[in-house]
């Protein structure tokens, strides 16, 4: 599986963001997926999770209520919709394939995307 992370950028606080992630490969859609982010100098940090069928998701205590993850199935892609962003939410931002479950570590992650930087300027 191959991820690729798009849509991050400049953006003022109080702004929003989407970014996508599409996968190759023929097991995306029985795959769990998530988001994770780094600051400068520290370790990943996860960020969104969702199910293979998107039935169940999970969030960071930091982003709920203002981050939402989403997945097309038929279109390979997982989403990561971001709303109300603060300037802590500076970060780069990387999607991940796990298996049937992935989780909150890194490490029960298969794959991982190139990432993605966003920047919230105050």
């Known amino acids: 599986v191959q991820l690729q992370a798009s849509g991050g950028g400049l953006v003022q606080a109080g702004g929003s963001l989407r970014l996508s992630c599409a996968a190759s490969g023929r097991t995306f859609s029985r795959r769990y997926m998530g988001w994770f982010r780094r600051f400068p100098g520290t370790e990943r940090e996860f960020v969104a999770g969702?199910?293979?069928?998107?039935?169940?998701?999970t969030y960071a205590d930091s982003v709920k209520g203002r981050f939402t993850i989403s997945r097309d199935n038929t279109e390979n892609t997982v989403y990561l919709q971001m709303n109300s962003l603060k300037p802590e939410d500076t970060a780069v931002y990387y999607c991940a394939a796990g298996g049937s479950y992935g989780g909150v570590a890194p490490s029960g992650y298969d794959y991982w995307g190139q990432g993605t930087l966003v920047t919230v300027s105050s």
């Open positions: 969702i199910s293979w069928s998107g039935g169940s998701t």
